[in-house]
């Protein structure tokens, strides 16, 4: 049964990093650690965080090229969060592992949930006032690029995802982005930030690797194949649909993963 858990939580990882620029985490994390008795063990949830950011290398990699070829990426005005994001995901790796399952479980489960309700709130964040594609970024920008960028490169260690959500309501309401152009963006950036957090959790805890190595290569083939798909069909929608899709997708798994987890305490 465990296996079937796997396979859903891969898919459901892959259509979020496609459709949204979402990390792997955001779908992968809650159900292995709710769902699968092997991860309910004192690091279970910092294992789970590795395979999801194992999985979001290939995902983010081939949503990049998708968005490629249609030209939604921006680095001119996504490169000092590039910058920033690369230089802090490591510290955020290793202050997970030293802040423990309990923690690490309850905050993964109430992103995933509330990301859900922001979709279903706003489904397109794009401004009105769009930048140009390469226009140079202002000094607030860079200020704004600056801040994000450290904060989003900590939380992309700490929680295992690479930051994609974030990175996507910096980019639209912030940079002025259009949203699949800060999609794009955004999975080019994942790239090399889930490499960067998936070799630093593994190199901290190498049980991960001994342990889970054929879930980590299960999830890593499905979740790659599911986000090339869905990030051909969001190239291809509007910006609404992708949100709404999204916001439901995350908000009802979220939800019931929370009620899942804490049922105990619930009854009590």
Not at 45 to 59: C, M, P
Not at 63 to 84: F, H, Q, S
Not at 117 to 135: L, M, N, W, Y
């Amino acid at each position: 049964m465990e296996w079937l858990w796997y396979i859903i939580a891969s898919l459901g990882a892959g259509i979020g990093t496609g459709l949204a620029g979402l990390s792997a985490a955001t779908v992968m994390v809650p159900i292995l650690i709710v769902l699968c008795p092997s991860f309910h063990g004192e690091t279970g949830a910092y294992q789970a965080t590795a395979i999801a950011l194992a999985s979001d290398i290939l995902g983010s990699a081939v949503t990049t090229y998708t968005y490629a070829k249609n030209k939604n990426i921006d680095l001119k005005r996504g490169w000092i969060m590039l910058v920033c994001i690369l230089t802090m995901c490591t510290a955020g790796s290793y202050a997970a592992f030293l802040a423990g399952n309990v923690v690490l479980c309850s905050f993964t489960l109430f992103l995933t949930f509330f990301i859900g309700i922001r979709f279903h709130v706003k489904p397109d964040t794009s401004r009105k006032e769009q930048a140009e594609k390469g226009e140079r970024l202002d000094w607030k920008g860079v200020l704004i690029s600056l801040f994000c960028g450290i904060t989003i490169g900590f939380g992309t260690g700490f929680v295992g995802t690479g930051g994609g959500m974030m990175m996507l309501v910096v980019f639209t309401a912030f940079l002025g982005m259009e949203l699949k152009t800060a999609v794009g963006t955004s999975t080019f950036i994942m790239t090399f930030t889930a490499l960067i957090a998936s070799v630093s959790h593994i190199l901290i805890h190498p049980a991960i690797l001994l342990e889970k190595w054929d879930v980590m290569l299960l999830c890593i083939v499905i979740a790659t194949a599911a986000s090339l798909l869905s990030a051909r069909f969001a190239n291809r929608v509007s910006n609404r649909t992708v949100g709404l899709v999204t916001g439901a997708v995350l908000t009802l798994l979220g939800g019931s993963m929370l009620l899942l987890y804490f049922w105990p305490q619930i009854s009590a």
